[in-house]
């Protein structure tokens, strides 16, 4: 048991470490495109076109396409998305590369002006689905934190791991492409780690009760992927110079058998929790179901229909808009954690959830506050002296502390359930009793009293019938 929960610990620093790395990494990557040229589209590292990016760039208004191949810029081939970066770094913003576009067998050459990544670019191509995917890390955090080292605390874990890290490295997937590997792995996985959560939550389904390796070999399909993918990455160029490996599926074909895997593992997800809906052994299991079923459904009904509609009617629709949706997952299993008590999360755990919520309401108003001084006194010879900060710290404290004690207060009553004066209640009552006359008053009365000082929903006074007692 020692072995197992140190185990458990490792893994668990470990996949911190990966979110941490990956944070670090794609930061790093979006930073050294900011303010610099680049072709006004992105491609994958075999230079095929993403479909990510902003509609008013100049290469989908020259023509370029999603999925078309990008053979050579002004006359150089290119082998590697990384070519192209390079190229394009040298040029001025606004002049013209004149790129050799292979689509469907024919090659046909496009002059794209040399675009700038500007801030508007940053914001919406990267720290939009950066902040999606880093919400999903830290529910998965919170969830772990609320019930650590069981199945659904783990397996949510993880799928938050994958499905976070898809969404916050898709930039860096088509732009420095350091964790190519890594993310098509990721890339594989996260639909799996969907089945496999809805097989054992709400409730464990029976079928595993019969086959218990049906939890495990629902990941075989995927680790053929993965390794498909990353045997691809790796002689692509082979590939399509028509070498010894041009027999090996293409990125196109490959893509097709994963979509077509995620979208029967979304709807095996769906199966499964209209089956907890309607099925479950304990109305607890139906009710969390029902409100995942509507965070999933709103959260990868409309990407899935988009990701429809792009593959088999050829319309085009810029990937990174998809990260928004993702948003009402974490919220529907928030709004679990907080009506349907989720994962069995006992009291102190959510305590922990409403020291965090303090911390941070506190530190964003910090935030603010220390900006909006700065604006107003950074001109001043005093706040360039060294006793400022002092000065301002204190300040900062007086204003604050009255301020996290009345958050905190509002917290307690929420998560902690306040302590209550039960003598202050009974005397409450007592003179409700001898104010009042009517029975019906002095029930409402004792019921707001009771209610507002145990903080329960609701609750009912019991009166003795006196002929049948």
């Not at 409402?444 to 006074?461: E, K, N, P, Q, Y």
């Amino acid at each position: 048991m020692y072995a197992r929960g140190r185990l458990a610990t490792i893994f668990f620093f470990m996949l911190t470490g990966f979110m941490l790395l990956i944070c670090i990494v794609t930061w790093i990557s979006a930073l050294s495109w900011f303010n610099r040229p680049f072709a006004g589209f992105l491609v994958y590292k075999d230079t095929f076109v993403s479909a990510s990016g902003q509609r008013d760039w100049p290469g989908p208004h020259a023509g370029i396409k999603f999925r078309e191949r990008i053979l050579a810029v002004d006359s150089q081939p290119i082998t590697e998305g990384a070519d192209l970066v390079n190229t394009l770094r040298k040029k001025s913003v606004g002049s013209e590369a004149t790129y050799r576009v292979e689509s469907q067998g024919q090659i046909r050459e496009v002059v794209v002006p040399v675009a700038l990544f500007d801030i508007s670019d940053f914001l919406n191509v990267f720290l939009v689905p950066f902040l999606v995917g880093f919400i999903l890390y830290i529910m998965g955090f919170i969830v772990y934190f609320l019930k650590p080292n069981t199945p659904t605390s783990w397996t949510f874990l993880v799928l938050c791991f994958t499905l976070g890290t898809m969404i916050l490295a898709g930039l860096e997937n088509q732009t420095s492409y350091f964790l190519v590997p890594f993310f098509y792995t990721i890339n594989t996985l996260y639909a799996f780690n969907f089945l496999h959560l809805f097989l054992i939550f709400p409730e464990r389904k029976r079928i595993l009760e019969k086959f218990p390796a049906l939890e495990y070999l629902i990941y075989v399909p995927a680790v053929i992927l993965i390794v498909a993918f990353q045997v691809y990455f790796t002689i692509f160029q082979d590939i399509f110079s028509g070498g010894a490996w041009s027999w090996f599926p293409t990125y196109k074909e490959l893509g097709s058998i994963n979509r077509i895997c995620t979208l029967l593992c979304v709807v095996g997800m769906i199966a499964l929790i209209v089956h907890t809906r309607f099925k479950a052994s304990t109305i607890q299991a139906k009710q969390r179901a029902r409100v995942i079923f509507w965070g999933v459904l709103i959260s990868f009904g409309p990407p899935v229909i988009i990701m429809t509609l792009v593959f088999f009617i050829k319309i085009n629709f810029p990937w990174n808009l998809l990260s928004f949706f993702v948003v009402f997952f974490p919220a529907s299993i928030a709004y679990s954690i907080v009506k349907h008590n989720l994962f069995d999360a006992d009291t102190i755990i959510k305590r922990t959830v409403g020291y965090i919520v303090v911390t941070t309401v506190v530190i964003g108003a910090y935030v603010c506050v220390s900006l909006i001084l700065n604006m107003f006194l950074g001109h001043y010879e005093l706040s360039q002296s060294k006793i400022f900060p002092i000065l301002f710290t204190l300040g900062v404290i007086l204003v604050f502390n009255p301020l996290r004690d009345r958050i905190q207060a509002i917290v307690d009553r929420l998560f902690y359930r306040l302590e209550y004066n039960y003598q202050e209640v009974v005397q409450k009552i007592s003179e409700t009793m001898r104010s009042l006359l009517k029975l019906d008053e002095i029930g409402t009365s004792i019921m707001d009293t009771a209610l507002g000082a145990l903080f329960i929903d609701s609750g009912c006074v019991m009166l003795m019938n006196r002929q049948t007692r």
